[in-house]
């Protein structure tokens, strides 16, 4: 659930970093403008924008959704078949539009300018990712112990004992607080939540999911358990369940 007013850095900052893309490559592009005519023009550009449109649908999607929860094979099966079918859609529209034999250059530019983009965002959101959140603390005050977990549930403020919480999961600007008496829908994002509980009695193992170790009732290489319930360790999340959990 993500409402208009969290939407809309999102989209202003993809609409700057599509302009700057467009501005970076039209400078050295300007002074063979002239000597392109009809769609040849804005063929280019074009080009660009839809490299980005495929750039954000992996971020948002397949990187965010398929890469970070483990689904490493199911990752990299799609993000190659995408390039693949859109190597193949630019060399027949190159060929049978333009009347150009040779692709290869294309080609290689399209794999070169989408793999590098992917590379600098891969690179960004691991490391964002990989640094725990926690609140900050004066040093020269006393930390008073937490014991509850204050949020707003349906307009109203709540507060949560900790010792009930068993694991909250994400729901974008939300948060499922599930507890064994029940379950509340709280207006919460998961990085607020986990700057909020104590390390390590919570800890947060995937982009979805904190879970209270204390009701931890088994753990594998790349899962954990609570009673009968499983929970996928996110690959940037591993290190630091490791460390706590000793899986």
């Not at 850095?9 to 490559?25: D, T």
């Not at 150009?100 to 290689?108: A, M, R, V």
Request: proline residues 4%; charged residues 15%.
């Amino acid at each position: 659930m993500q409402t208009s007013s969290s939407a809309f850095p999102i989209l202003l900052r993809n609409v700057l970093g599509l302009s700057a893309l467009l501005l970076a490559y039209y400078i050295p592009d300007r002074p063979s403008l002239a000597h392109r005519h009809g769609f040849d023009v804005f063929s280019p550009y074009l080009f660009l924008v839809l490299m980005y449109g495929w750039i954000i649908f992996h971020n948002t999607f397949l990187f965010s959704r398929l890469y970070l929860q483990g689904k490493t094979k199911t990752y990299l099966l799609w993000t190659f078949l995408v390039m693949a079918v859109s190597s193949l859609n630019m060399h027949l529209v190159l060929v049978y539009l333009f009347h150009q034999t040779n692709t290869l250059t294309q080609l290689l530019s399209f794999w070169v300018f989408t793999l590098a983009g992917l590379g600098v965002y891969v690179l960004f959101r691991y490391v964002h990712l990989i640094q725990p959140s926690q609140p900050a603390t004066s040093p020269t005050k006393e930390t008073t112990p937490v014991t509850f977990l204050h949020c707003t549930i349906d307009g109203t403020e709540r507060q949560i004992p900790l010792q009930q919480i068993q694991y909250i999961e994400s729901l974008e600007n939300y948060a499922k607080i599930v507890t064994a008496q029940k379950t509340y829908i709280a207006r919460l994002s998961l990085k607020e939540a986990e700057a909020k509980l104590p390390r390590p009695t919570f800890l947060r193992i995937s982009r979805s999911h904190i879970i209270h170790t204390a009701f931890v009732t088994r753990t594998t290489s790349d899962e954990v358990f609570i009673q009968q319930q499983s929970f996928k360790i996110g690959k940037v999340f591993k290190r630091y369940v490791d460390e706590y959990l000793n899986v």
